[in-house]
T-cell receptor
Framework: DAGVTQSPTHLIKTRGQQVTLRCSPK?????VSWYQQALGQGPQFIFQ???????QRGNFPDRFSGHQFPNYSSELNVNALLLGDSALYLC???????????????FGPGTRLTVL | AQKITQTQPGMFVQEKEAVTLDCTYD???????LFWYKQPSSGEMIFLIY??????QNATEGRYSLNFQKARKSANLVISASQLGDSAMYFC????????????FGTGTSLTVIP
């Protein structure tokens, strides 16, 4: 049973560039959430995708956008990169709905983005 | 106000001893879930244990137990019989029904198990 996968593992960009990160959810999961984890901090919620739509968004600017595909995989796009965007970007998958399993999120290994 | 507060930046424990990692939370939502995750140096967040706000009993999962004190808004993680592999960052998190789908995380506690 494949867990959550993310690509690439590491990425180095310069200020002003754009980046796309990718996530494949755990088998059977239909909901993908993205988090930003700065060094020494806990993850901060960026947004969540369900049924190919952004269902909820955290306190992040419009430079952060995303997409979910029919196979439930997802992309996170960040435009006009700033030095402060350097972080570990985590993807988490879960099941939509009201069961307890919905409460549980499974995380991928993350993509470490460095902005120079 | 912070939704999740973890006041212990770092903790040390002797191998085979028990350790308690503190977590307090802030919410006015009567329905919420509390979670603990382990994050090794590799970066992946590993789910450890879950406690629902309406659960009557404290959650347990193997060597992990959650000391849930609802009136004090506290959800401490207890790790029994610590092992060297337990050395990692530990994060407390909460999901509220009202705010829907996002998880709020604390700043984490770095646990080091000493042989």
């Amino acid at each position: 049973d494949a867990g959550v996968t993310q690509s690439p593992t590491h990425l180095i960009k310069t200020r002003g560039q754009q980046v796309t990160l990718r996530c494949s959810p755990k088998s059977g999961h239909d909901t993908v959430s993205w988090y930003q984890q700065a060094l020494g901090q806990g993850p901060q919620f960026i947004f969540q995708y369900y049924e190919e739509e952004e269902r909820q968004r955290g306190n992040f600017p419009d430079r952060f956008s995303g997409h979910q595909f029919p196979n439930y995989s997802s992309e996170l796009n960040v435009n006009a990169l700033l030095l402060g965007d350097s972080a570990l970007y985590l993807c988490a998958s879960s099941l939509g709905g009201g069961s307890r399993s919905y409460n549980e999120q499974f995380f991928g290994p993350g993509t470490r983005l460095t902005v120079l | 106000a912070q939704k999740i507060t973890q006041t212990q930046p770092g903790m040390f424990v002797q191998e085979k001893e028990a350790v308690t990692l503190d977590c307090t939370y802030d919410t006015s939502d009567p329905s919420y879930g509390l979670f603990w995750y382990k994050q090794p140096s590799s970066g992946e967040m590993i789910f450890l244990i879950y406690q629902g706000s309406y659960d009557q009993q404290n959650a347990t999962e193997g060597r992990y137990s959650l000391n849930f004190q609802k009136a004090r808004k506290s959800a401490n993680l207890v790790i029994s019989a610590s092992q060297l592999g337990d050395s990692a960052m530990y994060f407390c998190a909460m999901r509220e029904s009202l705010t829907g789908n996002q998880f709020y995380f604390g700043t984490g506690t770095s646990l080091t198990v000493i042989p």
